[in-house]
Structure formats: C-alpha cells, structure tokens
C-alpha cells in the first residue's frame, strides 16, 4: 500500500520551532519532488514548501522564505520541513504531496500536474500562547 504519513505536528508558542516529516511506504520519495502545503481554518489549501526531485531546487511561499526549510533524508525514505520563528498566521493543518519533478504544482498551489499522486493524510500545527 502507497502512503505518505506526517509526523511531529502539534501545539507551540509564537517563536518555537517543529521539524514535520513525511515518511514515504510503498513508494521512493527520491522518484518525486516532495511539496508542503497547508490549510488554515476556512481556507483553501496551498503549497507553501517544495524540494525538487534532483534536490537542485528549493521554493518557499513568501509568507514562510527564511523561516522554513526542506530537506530530504534519502536513506530513511524521509522529507522534513523544519519550521522556526513560528507564528499564529502558521497554524495549519500541513500535508506532505509528491509533485511533479520541478516542484511546479506546489508552486502555482495547484493539483493538476503529473505525479501528484500521492497524499498525507495532514497533520495539525497550533501556534498559540
């Protein structure tokens, strides 16, 4: 069975930092660029993170640029997005998707290119004091 599992979400202060992963079964995640995205209570879901399939591109979302960064461990079929500095405005429901090979649908937050096959199920970040 094909899966992408998240993993260390939960509740932070407004400054602290998390380090989300994302476990590939079933699959290589080195085959796919790997993007995060999130949803926000009441809104749509957008990408906000991506690491192209070469690892020889980055993006960031304006909103999270100097604060988040992804990173690939291939050895353990793992991608992690290591969030610092966080704020309310992060708290999300975040999700793990593989993208296309030069990350374009987490760029244009848009589901329609191929390879973007596969989903987290989500994993909930709470930024509050």
């Known amino acids: 069975q094909v899966q992408l599992m998240e993993s260390g979400g939960g509740l932070v202060q407004p400054g602290g930092s998390l380090r989300l992963s994302c476990v590939g079964s079933?699959?290589?995640?080195?085959?796919?660029?790997i993007g995060w995205w999130r949803q926000a209570p009441g809104m749509g879901r957008d990408g906000i993170a991506c690491?192209?399939?070469?690892?020889?591109?980055?993006y960031y979302e304006d909103s999270v640029k100097g604060r988040f960064t992804i990173s690939r461990d291939s050895a353990k079929n793992t991608v992690h997005l290591q969030m610092n500095s966080l704020k309310p405005g992060d708290t999300a429901v975040y999700y793990c998707?593989?993208?296309?090979?030069?990350?374009?649908?987490?760029?244009?937050?848009?589901?329609?290119?191929?390879?973007?096959?596969?989903w987290g199920k989500g994993i909930q970040v709470t930024v509050s004091s």
């Open positions: 690491l192209s399939k070469r690892n020889d591109y980055t």
């Open positions: 079933g699959l290589a995640l080195d085959d796919y660029a």
């Open positions: 998707v593989t993208d296309e090979p030069g990350c374009s649908g987490t760029f244009y937050s848009t589901t329609t290119y191929d390879g973007m096959d596969y």
